[in-house]
T-cell receptor, first 115, second 115 residues
Framework: EAGVTQFPSHSVIEKGQTVTLRCDPI?????LYWYRRVMGKEIKFLLH????????ESGMPNNRFLAERTGGTYSTLKVQPAELEDSGVYFC?????????????FGSGTRLTVV | AQSVTQPDIHITVSEGASLELRCNYS??????LFWYVQSPGQGLQLLLK??????LVQGIKGFEAEFKRSQSSFNLRKPSVHWSDAAEYFC?????????????FGRGTQLTVWP
């Protein structure tokens, strides 16, 4: 079974530019999550999709972040315009059950650096 | 509010020594409890989880964790550390009965292993 795939693995952009991160979940996993870790801090929840619908987006930091999940398959997270404080590692996870953390599989993350 | 505390940011041990990584949580009811590990360039890998039952949980790679309700703790242990255990370790909690499935993470503990 293929795991959760994220790309790019690294991205360096200038402040004010736009970046789009992509996550391909495990096939058949309806639940898809985005998390972010800013350096030295905890991994924080951003949002949760169930199929193509946003179940919970309470962790999105502001309206510069836009997440989509096309047809309930892969998801993208766009940051526009990027700010310095957006730097960090963005993780995606998917699961087949809604129960908290049950069956989660994480991707290897996208390291975003805004300069 | 939910919170997860990992008081040790960085721990160094010699290969073959025992290891204990601390985790305390603050939550209204006993949540689901998890330990994840992240090796360089890898995603978050689940080491073990506690849902119910026996409070001593066995995981992969020879790790175990003990849930202590009275102390709101879920400490991770390994009797003899191997050099390949050098990584960052994250404790996480997930609310029971939630329809959201999100996890709350600690800040992580970086483990260095001396040969």
């Amino acid at each position: 079974e293929a795991g959760v795939t994220q790309f790019p693995s690294h991205s360096v952009i200038e402040k004010g530019q736009t970046v789009t991160l992509r996550c391909d979940p495990i096939s058949g996993h309806d639940n898809l999550y985005w998390y972010r870790r800013v350096m030295g801090k905890e991994i924080k929840f951003l949002l949760h999709f169930v199929k193509e619908s946003k179940q919970d987006e309470s962790g999105m930091p502001n309206n510069r972040f836009l997440a989509e999940r096309t047809g309930g398959t892969y998801s993208t997270l766009k940051v526009q315009p990027a700010e310095l404080e957006d730097s960090g590692v963005y993780f995606c996870a998917s699961s087949h059950r809604l129960e908290a953390g049950y069956g989660y599989t994480f991707g290897s993350g996208t390291r975003l650096t805004v300069v | 509010a939910q919170s997860v505390t990992q008081p040790d940011i960085h721990i160094t041990v010699s290969e073959g020594a025992s290891l204990e990584l601390r985790c305390n949580y603050s939550y209204g009811a006993t949540p689901y409890l998890f330990w994840y590990v992240q090796s360089p360039g890898q995603g978050l890998q689940l080491l073990l989880k506690y849902f119910s039952g026996d409070t001593l949980v066995q995981g992969i790679k020879g790790f175990e964790a003990e849930f202590k309700r009275s102390q709101s703790s879920f400490n991770l242990r390994k009797p003899s550390v191997h050099w390949s255990d050098a990584a960052e370790y994250f404790c996480a909690v997930g609310p029971r009965g939630s329809t959201l499935g999100r996890l709350y993470f600690g800040r992580g503990t970086q483990l260095t292993v001396w040969p």
